[in-house]
């Protein structure tokens, strides 16, 4: 209690359904289309609802707004690393469009990179040829880097120095990391 007598409230702002691990872009914009923003208002919502309008995936979301409850939510730490893949409708060995592709999703990696405050000491790049061989290299950098001409040159590199030109690739990704 104050010194007037009033007990003083705590006030927490309501947090975002966001913050429960495992909701990301998708799963949020659907929860936001039912007018679900919080976790407050997702522990509000009923198992049956859930289950209707997700499937299985409703049954999970029941269970995390139960343990998301913000006297016992931990918010997770920033993310361990951003990244970005691209398949191909076909397996390709065109230079051209590996390094366009190379290139777009680095600028993507980098872009959310910065939206989340964040820089990278560590690059990885995944390569997966036809058949599935999957292959990752990975730099670390002396000092973290958020621009994307750096982190495209380290990627490059990467690609330039691992790439077995006699396979065509299925797959390229990009992962950024602190």
Not at 57 to 64: E, S
Not at 111 to 134: H, P, Q, S, V, W
Request: hydrophobic fraction near 40%; aromatic fraction near 6%; proline fraction near 4%.
């Amino acid at each position: 209690m104050g010194r007037s007598g009033i007990a003083k409230r705590v006030f927490s702002p309501p947090l975002s359904v966001r913050k429960i691990p495992g909701i990301g872009e998708v799963t949020e914009r659907a929860l936001r289309a039912l007018r679900i923003e919080t976790v407050e208002q997702l522990a509000a919502q009923p198992l049956e609802k859930l289950e209707r309008v997700f499937g299985q995936w409703g049954t999970a979301l029941y269970r995390k707004r139960a343990a998301a409850t913000p006297t016992n939510f931990i918010i997770d730490a920033e993310p361990k690393s951003i990244s970005h893949n691209h398949t191909f409708g076909e397996d390709t060995d065109d230079t051209v469009a590996l390094t366009a592709m190379l290139s777009h999703l680095s600028q993507k990696a980098c872009k959310r990179l910065r939206e989340a405050g964040l820089a990278t000491r560590t690059l990885t790049l995944t390569i997966r040829y036809t058949g599935f061989d999957t292959y990752t290299r990975a730099k670390t950098l002396g000092e973290p880097t958020q621009l994307d001409a750096d982190i495209f040159a380290v990627l490059q590199k990467l690609f330039h120095a691992n790439r077995n030109h006699r396979r065509k690739i299925r797959l390229l990704g990009v992962s950024l990391a602190a």
